[in-house]
């Protein structure tokens, strides 16, 4: 660490309290700790920092842990990670809360935090580590213009309120909101992610809430054979490309697992989970997805997996659910799916609405 960085962390480490009180601002102090639900400050227990001791210490003043993640840290990472910044922006950001000058250039400061490279998994961990929950965001807004209103329960899906976006054209880097989907193997090991940036003013039929931005589509990290995740597979799961798709369809089979392989190239290498039997697949209207099908059905014949197609009626299942409305949708899949299937997860669903 160099000496600036050190000299940062010590005095912010001197105001451990204060530092808490204003970047983690929900939680409170309990004896020598602060503690909060997490580092994006809900409410709760799990993360604490420790507010007393000195740096000789083994009890640090500043040092923090999450006991339901295993993250830990230091002040600086606090600022970091609950604000979204770079390490570099977090830096500023600390000197500005301790009042502090800008300092001359030091030529080892950067050893701290080495980047990780870019579109590697290390750099999708580091992009997943620094979202939030989606709850109260703008991406529940896109979810919920989409029609998809169910969201309970998708930690799979997180946001970014400023997401990096680099043009193709190498134009400058520009920060939009983010849409942040966690890419997972089968032992739901955060392999990659996928951003969809979006228009911070909201839906429009055009974009359909989507930045106005060349590729407001973009994954980075280990993708092949992994996906986006919602529910942990049994015997029965469904799987298709898009993240709108999977969750349209998650609107009427709840119980169901879902796996959003991200493309039709994807979807047809899906790794299959050990415990499938049987593979419903939502199907895209259009030569890739055809072909993906296809690919997909061959490698589940040769895995003694049951696979069966689910269509929209429009070009995808998102397109039905606000074209078409919930209850069209709802028929239309009821009609797809195998008897036993629809007594174990379609009527069950029918019961809860």
């Not at 701290?112 to 992009?127: D, F, H, I, M, V």
């Not at 919930?326 to 899949?333: E, F």
């Amino acid at each position: 660490m160099s000496t600036q960085i050190s000299d940062l962390a010590r005095r912010l480490a001197d105001r451990a309290e204060m530092v808490c009180r204003h970047y983690l601002s929900n939680g409170r102090r309990s004896g020598n700790y602060w503690q909060v639900g997490d580092i994006n400050n809900t409410p709760g227990r799990s993360l604490f920092v420790r507010l007393t001791g000195r740096q000789s210490d083994k009890g640090v003043a500043g040092k923090w842990t999450d006991a339901a993640t295993g993250q830990h840290g230091d002040l600086l990472d606090i600022i970091q990670l609950s604000r979204g910044l770079v390490f570099s922006e977090a830096a500023e950001e600390a000197r500005r809360f301790l009042n502090l000058p800008h300092p001359a250039p030091d030529p080892v400061s950067a050893v701290r935090r080495r980047p990780a490279a870019g579109g590697s998994p290390e750099a999708a961990r580091r992009l997943w580590a620094i979202s939030q929950g989606i709850a109260g965001t703008l991406a529940q807004s896109y979810l919920a213009d989409r029609g998809i209103t169910h969201v309970e329960g998708l930690n799979s899906l997180r946001f970014h309120p400023r997401c990096y976006y680099r043009p193709h054209d190498h134009g400058p880097t520009e920060t939009w909101p983010g849409l942040i989907a966690g890419v997972t193997d089968l032992h739901h090991r955060i392999t990659g992610v996928h951003r969809t940036w979006l228009n911070p003013h909201g839906f429009d039929p055009v974009t359909l809430g989507k930045a106005p931005i060349d590729t407001p589509r973009r994954a980075i990290g280990d993708l092949l054979g992994h996906a986006v995740r919602f529910g942990t597979v049994a015997d029965v799961a469904a799987a298709g490309e898009g993240i709108e798709t999977m969750l349209s369809l998650r609107m009427v089979l709840p119980a169901v697992p879902m796996l959003s392989a991200l493309s039709a190239a994807h979807l047809a290498a899906i790794l299959f989970p050990p415990t499938l039997r049987r593979l419903y697949v939502a199907r895209d209207d259009d030569p890739a997805g055809n072909a993906a099908y296809d690919t997909l059905r061959d490698r589940a014949y040769e895995a003694g997996i049951d696979l069966i197609p689910l269509s929209p009626g429009l070009g995808d299942f998102n397109d039905d659910l606000r074209l078409l409305g919930l209850d069209t949708v709802r028929a239309a899949v009821r009609i797809q799916l195998l008897p036993q299937d629809i007594a174990r997860f379609m009527l069950v669903a029918d019961r809860v609405r």
